[in-house]
């Protein structure tokens, strides 16, 4: 699953990137992070929300960046355009909004990036684990897959906000050795 993701984003140049509703800090941070690696690797990247993240969240760099979903021209048009359309840290339309259903009905390849149970079946491909702590901690693997050495400040503080928040500062069982090692680097 892992290589597919990486050939997807190796082959491909623009990229449309979605989250559940209520963007807590492991969708906003997992997103913000992907949107800033593509931009790295010179994609073209648009980031797409059904509605606005908590306003706890809007320290966060790159935040700005990220659209609320209005029905404009513009983002039917980011969508349409898109090769890869991925959907991070939700496993289900319903949970993706209005947004969903256009994603779903999309042309572009659409790539489900989460760590939850059970997702629906509709994604082209799926990227998940359900051991991971937090959809950051894929996140990180995409990138870790490229280069690594394009993780800067914002990327990784994207990170590290996404993981630890998913895991209660670092408290819930679903914490191991490799995430502490993750979060080092």
């Given at each position: 699953m892992l290589d597919e993701v990486l050939a997807l984003i190796r082959d491909n140049d623009r990229f449309f990137i979605t989250t559940h509703l209520g963007p807590d800090g492991d969708a906003l941070g997992s997103q913000l992070a992907l949107g800033r690696f593509l931009e790295k690797l010179g994609k073209s990247v648009a980031m797409v929300n059904s509605d606005e993240?908590?306003?706890?969240?809007?320290?966060?760099p790159g935040a700005g960046q990220v659209q609320v979903f209005d029905n404009s021209l513009?983002?039917?048009e980011a969508l349409?355009?898109?090769?890869?359309?991925f959907v991070l840290d939700t496993n289900d339309e319903e949970r993706i909004g209005k947004v969903?259903?256009?994603v779903r009905d999309a042309a572009a390849t659409t790539v489900l990036i989460d760590h939850h149970l059970e997702p629906e079946r509709w994604f082209d491909l799926l990227f998940v684990r359900d051991s991971a702590a937090a959809t950051g901690e894929l996140?990180?693997?995409?990138i870790e897959g490229i280069d690594p050495d394009l993780i800067d400040e914002e990327i990784a503080t994207a990170l590290y906000t996404a993981i630890m928040t998913d895991t209660g500062s670092f408290r819930y069982?679903?914490?191991t050795p490799e995430l502490h090692?993750?979060?080092?680097d």
């Open positions: 993240q908590d306003y706890n969240l809007d320290w966060m513009s983002q039917h349409v355009e898109s090769d890869v359309a969903g259903s256009l996140i990180y693997e995409i069982s679903n914490v090692r993750i979060i080092a």
